[in-house]
């Protein structure tokens, strides 16, 4: 039996094929993303290049599957009741289910907000508020202001439940795609973000395939199912029921990834987790940190002191990460070009796990001093994985990864301090997220045999 998976989007369109009886991958291409002029160009070049490879048409393949972070990804607007609490569970869950949260909204949306939600003209809005039986304002005050903007974008409620059947009915009056689920925060401090996480998928293949243009590629394919960071995030679970506890870094041009696979409960002594409860399957976008589209942002980020300690002086530095976000499909095939990559990667990777990991904070009392933790405490996880194209093909990939490590001049912060450290240096973590959905075993073997230990670093 053959499979084929694809990945629709982001720089570049890839392809993956195995022979899924000896587990073995037997053909691989990409080609620069086309999905803003014509999808199916580059998806007609990958597949020409897997039947070159493997002798194999189209349809000599049982399976064919592909995922997509096309034309910017799956952008959410999430908005809630207080910033740390619904707002928070609503941007989880978006999160958790593959989406790029593009802004975070609490209380009362005012007529600013309003107008910038349709500025940033995102594919869908989660709204919540309230616990069950709690808040009735803001939820009703938002819907009722939500149903009157000017654009017909799926919208989700998941916010107090006694009062859905009023939200759903001020949303079918203006003629708004309105989903009601449960609450992701039912009760105060429970988070409950699947049913969102599971709606936001049955829209994404429902109606967001097509309003992407990437309908198109029914002729080649069964579908695209899922969004490409939910793919890879489902990758990454594979992986940690075998290996354990684990926390995954994807770079990209665009945004950097990070996802956690792990409870994150506090390993020192005297110490309080404080805030929300953490997901088991946490995941987080960083999409201010990337080499290509957002390599000038992550420039304007990093103190000019830590570029230096990398690159010396400075000059002609910030040209060429202009010119690296003008030109997105850039690979880089000089020894310099190669390194500055490698720079890039190992700030926005720093970044990245900093903003996910949880941190400590001191709380100095007449018994001495305690701590308390925000987020989760990763530092005894047992695995680092590194993937992305800006990773998986530079000689420097274990370095830059490195700086994801727990830092002892930074020690509050809570990343790892000792795992074993694997390279998806094949590139295949979206095929395997898509492979997990009907072959878990054999997606499970398929990573014993490609994805590659660094024994020393």
């Known amino acids: 039996m053959l499979g084929l998976f694809l990945d629709l989007g982001s720089t570049f369109t890839k392809a993956i094929a195995f022979d899924l009886e000896k587990e073995e991958i037997i053909g691989k291409a990409k080609v620069p993303s086309t999905v803003n002029i014509d999808v199916t160009i580059g998806v007609k070049y990958v597949l020409d290049e897997i039947y070159r490879q493997t002798g194999k048409k189209l349809e000599g393949f049982e399976i064919k599957r592909a995922c997509s972070s096309a034309k910017g990804g799956l952008k959410i607007v999430a908005v809630g009741l207080v910033p740390d609490l619904t707002a928070e569970a609503a941007k989880r869950a978006a999160l958790g289910a593959g989406g790029k949260v593009i802004k975070t909204y609490s209380f009362e949306l005012t007529d600013n907000d309003l107008k910038e939600i349709e500025d940033l003209k995102p594919d869908l809005i989660i709204l919540a508020g309230g616990t069950d039986g709690g808040n009735r304002y803001y939820p009703l005050i938002n819907a009722r202001k939500l149903s009157e903007i000017p654009i017909n974008i799926p919208i989700i409620y998941a916010g107090n439940r006694t009062i859905s059947d009023e939200i759903e009915k001020i949303f079918e009056k203006s003629g708004k795609e309105i989903w009601i689920t449960e609450n992701v925060m039912p009760e105060f401090g429970k988070l409950n973000i699947s049913p969102v996480q599971n709606l936001i998928r049955e829209i994404f293949i429902s109606r967001l395939i097509h309003a992407k243009g990437l309908e198109k590629v029914k002729n080649f394919l069964e579908g695209v199912i899922m969004p490409t960071p939910l793919a890879v995030l489902k990758a990454c679970e594979s992986f940690s029921k075998i290996w ?28 309080i987790w404080k805030g929300l409860p953490e997901p088991y399957v946490k995941r987080t976008v960083e999409g201010d940190l990337g080499v290509r589209v957002s390599a000038l942002s992550l420039w304007e980020i990093v103190e000019e002191e830590k570029w230096k300690e990398f690159l010396g002086e400075l000059n002609s530095y910030k040209e060429k990460v202009k010119f690296l976000s003008e030109n997105t499909d850039f690979l880089p095939e000089k020894e310099e070009d190669f390194f500055l990559d490698y720079v890039l990667s190992y700030h926005a990777i720093r970044i990245a796990v900093e903003r996910h990991c949880g941190y400590l904070e001191p709380l100095y009392t007449p018994m001495g001093v305690t701590y308390l933790q ?17 990773l998986v093909y530079n000689p420097y990939n274990v370095s830059a990864l490195k700086s994801a490590l727990f830092d002892e001049k930074n020690p509050f912060v809570l990343k790892p301090r000792n795992p074993k450290i694997y390279l998806d240096k094949e590139y295949i973590f979206f095929a395997i997220g898509l492979l997990s959905e009907i072959f878990p075993e054999k997606a499970i073997n398929i990573l014993k045999k490609y994805v590659i230990k660094i024994d020393q670093y």
């Open 374 to 390: 925000y987020g989760k405490d990763l530092t005894g996880v047992e695995n680092l994985i590194g993937t992305g194209g800006p």
């Open 244 to 271: 354990g506890e684990t926390i995954l870094v994807d770079i990209g041009g665009a945004t950097t990834d990070v996802c956690s696979i792990a409870h994150g409960r506090p390993t020192g002594i005297g110490v």
